[in-house]
């Protein structure tokens, strides 16, 4: 076991992301994390130092630290500590200036700030978009997304087109294909309309079985059969639409989304 | 004006957030960014050299690089086209491996994959407990929540609950401060019970009125004087419940949710 720091004078946000990174190189690596942001003062730091002292003690092999930190002083002492010391930022800015002509701000706390007040509130908008349009209730707002997910019950819809909005501020509204639609034979109306900017979301049965039984235990709709029958039929909708269709039993939100983003950007350009 | 790549074998999201976090370092840099991901066969490392060229020829001056790249020839490849190339990744991977004692798998596309399919089915159960618990909708399920957040209408309760849900992992309630409350006098019972993991949103009422007078045009509930009178009222509520107190209108939703974790992850150390 050993244990793994992220730091930063700020959210720690990119030190996290580049820490896991990095780490999900190492599959055998037996790590805990802790998350220590806003280490801002240099008492901050030297409480942190001794924190890696005692993880250092506890595990008996020094702690990693993966640091983004603008601050000379406080970077200082961190090195310092008994630790194994990354620092993931400070290494690109000078050659970065140089490139750009440009000097660095050293302003802390930049990166996940709202620098850009327009991004920001278009980021938040799409959140309140993919709040009121989940679950297909409101198909006629489908002309005003920028991406619509379709899919059967519990395929993965929601989840993605939350982090659609968070990240990329896109405009994501689903639909769910159900029983009705399936009874009614054709495919629906609203997803023929959208074709454009669709996507079918699939998943493995048996996976789709487990999230249903946990919904509704014992239930028909969580039986095996009824769940392999769903995707069958959703997947004949997808073909005649022939739309991008993702499969969420292996992939996660951020890969989904990415293809999403991917697929949406190409066909903007 | 620059152009700025942001490039990867898998999602990208690594080299992005690395790259938007350095770049924000340069305030006065004007670029536009190109998001690439799936950079992971030489033909297409090929064909965004040459996207790389007609940025140069277009802008006057040589795009900037972020890129993680695990693969040698793709990298090598990128690296001769026209660019100032930022390796994020590549630099950091040997002298990890060095300190860890174990070799890289050099698999592409683990960062953001379903690496640990426990963890990930925490998230994507908090983000389904997020959706079932926004508005104050289920009061009764705030003793299952690790956080519950409470404000005025359009405080920015509901993003921050989806965020800490789709990053953490957290189950995030919210309960909305109404009239009903005020009218009420004394402070809501849901809240007063869950004291120990509640957090207050407010926010600057000139900024609350424009977001509500975007909702609800010419109302009443979006008049500057019913939004200083509900912040005035909740946050006097805040006061007497003692929480801790968060102003969305200059924290980002990524600032305000690391201020939460932070305050949880101390709370159960």
Chains 1, 2 share one sequence.
Do not use: W
């Amino acid at each position: 076991m050993r244990t793994v720091f992220f730091v930063s004078e700020s959210t720690g946000i990119t030190a996290e992301t580049v820490g896991h990174s990095l780490l999900s190189q190492f599959d055998s690596l037996d790590y805990e994390q802790v998350y220590m942001p806003y280490i801002n003062t240099e008492a901050r730091a030297r409480a942190l130092t001794q924190r890696m002292q005692e993880a250092a003690d506890r595990d008996g092999v020094r702690p990693l630290v993966f640091s983004t930190m603008l601050d000379d002083d406080i970077r200082e002492i961190l090195k310092g500590g008994n630790c194994y010391f990354l620092e993931l930022f400070e290494i690109f800015v000078e050659p970065l200036s140089q490139e750009l002509g440009i000097p660095p701000s050293r302003k802390s706390g930049r990166s996940h700030a709202i620098t850009k007040p327009s991004s920001y509130t278009k980021r938040i908008d799409a959140i309140n978009f993919a709040m009121a349009n989940d679950d297909g209730v409101r198909p006629d707002n489908f002309p005003r997304s920028d991406v619509v997910l379709t899919g059967v019950s519990r395929s993965g819809k929601t989840p993605t087109c939350l982090y659609l909005a968070i990240h990329y501020g896109l405009r994501a509204a689903n639909y769910p294909i159900t029983e009705e639609d399936f009874d009614r034979g054709g495919i629906p109306g609203p997803l023929i309309e959208c074709r454009d900017k669709l996507f079918g979301l699939t998943i493995d049965a048996q996976r789709l079985q487990l999230i249903r039984e946990e919904r509704r235990p014992g239930s028909t709709y969580a039986s095996l059969a009824r769940c392999e029958a769903d995707i069958r039929r959703a997947e004949a909708i997808f073909r005649r639409l022939q739309i991008t269709v993702l499969n969420t039993t292996s992939q996660s939100i951020e890969e989904i989304s990415t293809h999403i983003l991917k697929a949406v950007k190409s066909k903007v350009e």
